[in-house]
């Protein structure tokens, strides 16, 4: 294998890259884009929650749970009803996320030691939303009902000696603040790597198959390793300065801090990396031009985000699905990133998840690079 041939056609790789006007749009608005979208439009945060409030029972305690959602900056009032059928037009209308009703009579079972009911009707056509901003709405509700509970022990322990109490404190490691762009930011640097790295090296082969280049190639004195390493190596130089510029962004630009080790960090992102570039390999080996090697790409692109646990928690997926996500190499890698970036492990937690990452990454490129010398072949 000789090592300047290799460089030769690494320089003029990176020179076709340079010289490509779409592949710069590719290298750098994506990642760009992609961090910046899911740094802030695809977030699990839900402030400003229009609401509509039906209070017929208008007492001072009707009031007080009322001014606790509305004192919880998550809960907008914007419309005081005074019939339950305006619940359905503001609903239907799309008007209110959500509609507090509590109803007559409300104070009064509170003062007789009653169990007072109330009702929280929210619009599930975002299931989503719905359940955050039902959590949120259980969280005012638990917080009003444990204050009256405390008030009533305190009525009892003029005639008790001594009335136990549970006295709850929540502590939130990892990420206190519980901001999404914590828990997204750093999965966005798998996707690009994942989408850059694909793409780069697929086209990058193919292009020379449009162009009649390839045979020229095929006939020089590179051996089909050589060629396939000069196809390779800047899909990897590229990788880890997307890479570098996702970390910077994220630490500088959404404050995300990295808890791990970062050498740690690039070092497990080659592993991945050997995956995706042998994939890029095995698509150019079964694509004739480049819009069928894009088609072709996001073929695998989208199983892999979607079923990675990128966006969706894999322990809520079908039980048959979440067997089928042992097999993407990018659910071990969130792991990976996110244990660094959030949770500061290293090996010593993160070495089941490295090793089987190595046995995806070694294994495809292999396999790829043996189609690959054949079809040259």
Known sequence: MNIRRIIRLLKKELLQIVRDRRMIGLLLFSPVLQLFL???????DINHISTAVYDEDRTAASRELIERFTSS??????????????IDELLDGGRVQMVLHIPRGFAGNMARGRGAEMQTVL??????????IAGY???????????????????LRGTVSRVPSIEGRL??????????????VPAVLSMIL??????????????????????QLVVTPLTPAELMLGKTLPGLLIGMLDMTFVLLVAVFWFRVEIAGSIPLLFLLSILFLLTTLGLGIFISTISKTQHEATL??????????????????????????????????????LEIIRGIFLRGVGLNYLWPQT?????????????????FSKRLG
């Open 38 to 44: 899911f740094g802030y439009a695809v977030t699990t």
């Open 73 to 86: 900056g998550y809960f907008i009032p914007k419309y005081y009803l005074s019939s339950p059928r305006e």
């Open 123 to 132: 619009d599930g056509s975002d299931s989503m939303s719905a359940r955050v």
């Open 137 to 155: 709405a259980t969280a005012v509700i638990q917080g009003y009902s444990g204050r009256i509970m405390l008030e009533q022990l305190d009525r």
């Open 171 to 184: 502590r939130v490691w990892y990420n206190p603040e519980l901001r999404s762009a914590r828990f997204m």
């Open 194 to 215: 994942l989408t850059v790295t694909i793409m780069l090296t697929s086209m990058s082969i193919v292009r020379e198959k449009e162009l009649g280049t390839l045979e």
């Open 296 to 333: 072709t790409s996001f073929f695998f692109i989208l199983p892999f985000i979607i079923l990675s646990g990128f966006m969706f928690p894999i322990e809520n997926m079908p039980r048959i699905i979440q067997y089928v996500t042992y097999a993407i190499p990018m659910r071990y890698f």
């Open 355 to 371: 090793l089987t990452l190595a046995a995806f990454g070694i294994g495809i490129l292999t396999l790829s690079a043996a189609r």
